[in-house]
């Protein structure tokens, strides 16, 4: 059974940074996983932040991230990291980790769906305060 375990999140001002990071049990970290970041603010739909896939050849942010967030992973930890830095008041939410997505150079994230993963953490909160 797949288990995604989020952790890191919290305050930061605006302007700061935060890594949050999520660990799986019953779910390997190895070349050819497909792996992602979404986050959720009450009211409104679970949105696709940063994808990774291919073995970490290829990575995908939502234009509202770009620039500022980092996704990564470490198979050795079985672990997947969101740095975030420069945070803006606007990326307070949920953040979600997900995984086995099939994203690939035929079908790259256009944008993030949350159909296209199959397995989630419960989440992590993250505040930006201005």
């Known amino acids: 059974q797949v288990h995604l375990a989020e952790s890191g999140g919290g305050s930061a001002q605006a302007g700061g940074s935060l890594r949050i990071a999520c660990a799986a049990s019953?779910?390997?970290?190895?070349?050819?996983?497909?792996m992602g970041w979404f986050r959720q603010v009450p009211g409104k739909e679970r949105e696709g932040v940063a994808a990774i896939y291919t073995g970490g050849d290829r990575t995908y942010y939502a234009a509202s991230v770009r620039g500022r967030f980092t996704i990564s992973q470490d198979a050795a930890k079985n672990t997947m990291y969101l740095q975030m830095n420069n945070l803006k008041p606007e990326d307070t939410a949920i953040y979600y980790c997900?995984?086995?997505?099939?994203?690939?150079?035929?079908?790259?994230?256009?944008?993030?769906?949350?159909?296209?993963?199959?397995?989630w953490g419960q989440g992590t909160k993250v505040t930006v305060s201005s």
């Open positions: 019953g779910y390997t970290y190895t070349s050819d996983n497909c």
């Open positions: 997900a995984v086995d997505c099939d994203y690939s150079d035929y079908y790259p994230p256009a944008p993030m769906l949350v159909g296209d993963f199959g397995y």
